[in-house]
């Protein structure tokens, strides 16, 4: 395959709001040691983008400034040292960034293959949702069968794969949703009882079912004393964003006296090696529920690379339901 020297790409013009989202033309990065080119068919859109637009998320040192932490496409050439995939197969990968771009270089073990039946615009939706969702909710937070597993901003990207993944391994799934058509969404994916969160409290919603073993939260603020409260005892809360704020006065008593457990990560700092890992579950347990049909991308919209703008727009008005895509080629 002969590969161009340029490429269309959208880069962050300076930090601000979604119009310093630009096309440009860009070198074609050539990849390193062990990893591997995407030429990239769809990327996803997700929250941390246009926490990163916005300035508020710098890229570690070694990764592309330009935004984008996951796509689908063809493998379009190896770096030194890599096995396991050939120039033209199928792959969905994470990136360290770079996804809004017609090629992006990833360790090779960091993508995935495209799951059986799945088109490569829903594939390009599952790595960074499933890399979060996984380290988080069943490596860090050790969610088992039977489990009360809460969830907050069910109808979110994360959201709508946490819900469908913990239920498909047996829990009971409860969510927290802004709207009545957010929460039939979200029942529908398998959550037990989605709480709109604008007309009734989650605490008692899940106090009810005996409390939740695990939390998994995006919303920070005031859901942290509130999420102490809805934990079973010897419950555990993992926080992965602040929608709301990270500052907040809490009763420590309550950690002591229930043995609860308060933790969290983000994805994009973690080693190379940490990620792989992640991914070697992730083909183990979650890619057989994907081809089972069990577990499906819940897909927003799609837009076209030059509207990288527009899908920002969208995603921060918080009015869609699951993953939003852009169209590279
Ligand atoms: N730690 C990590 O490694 C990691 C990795 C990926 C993503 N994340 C975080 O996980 C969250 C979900 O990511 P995503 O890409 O799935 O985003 P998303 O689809 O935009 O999800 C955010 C959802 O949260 C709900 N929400 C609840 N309270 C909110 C508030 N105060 N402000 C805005 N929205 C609020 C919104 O729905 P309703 O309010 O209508 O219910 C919204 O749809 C983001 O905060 C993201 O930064 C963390």
Not at 6 to 12: D, G, K, N, S
Not at 212 to 227: F, H, K, S, T
């Amino acid at each position: 395959m002969t590969l161009p020297k340029t490429m269309r790409a959208v880069e962050i013009s300076k930090p601000g709001g979604p119009e310093v989202l630009q096309l440009i033309e860009a070198p074609v990065p050539v990849p390193g040691p062990g990893q591997i080119l995407i030429e990239v068919a769809y990327a996803g859109v997700n929250r941390p983008d246009a926490l990163q637009r916005a300035g508020a998320y710098a890229p570690p040192p070694s990764a592309s400034p330009l935004p984008g932490l996951e796509a689908s496409g063809r493998v379009a050439a190896l770096g030194p040292d890599v096995a396991g995939w050939k120039v033209g197969d199928a792959v969905c990968a994470l990136l360290p960034g770079g996804g809004y771009a017609e090629y992006v270089v990833t360790p090779a073990a960091h993508a995935l293959p495209v799951p059986a039946g799945m088109e490569l615009r829903e594939a390009a939706c599952l790595p960074e949702t499933c890399y979060t969702v996984w380290s988080n909710v069943f490596q860090r937070g050790g969610l088992k069968a039977g489990e009360v597993f809460l969830v907050h901003g069910g109808s979110s990207g994360i959201g709508t794969t946490a819900i469908q993944i913990a239920s498909a391994l047996g829990a009971r799934v409860f969510t927290t949703a802004g709207s009545a058509e957010k929460c039939r969404v979200c029942e529908e994916l398998g959550a037990e009882h989605a709480v709109n969160y604008r007309e009734a409290d989650f605490v008692e919603a899940v106090r009810a079912a005996g409390g939740a073993d695990l939390i998994l939260d995006m919303v920070g603020g005031d859901y942290i004393p509130r999420n102490v409260k809805a934990l079973a005892d010897d419950g555990r809360l993992v926080q992965i964003a602040f929608l709301s704020g990270p500052k907040v006065e809490l009763n420590f008593a309550q950690v002591m006296t229930r043995r609860l457990t308060i933790t969290g990560s983000t994805l994009r700092p973690q080693s190379d090696l940490a990620k792989a890992r992640i991914a070697e579950d992730l083909r183990a347990h979650v890619w057989p529920l994907i081809e089972a049909g069990r577990v499906r991308v819940v897909m927003d919209s799609e837009y076209p690379l030059a509207e990288a703008a527009e899908a920002h727009r969208r995603i921060e008005s918080s009015g869609h339901i699951g993953k939003i895509v852009l169209k590279v080629s």
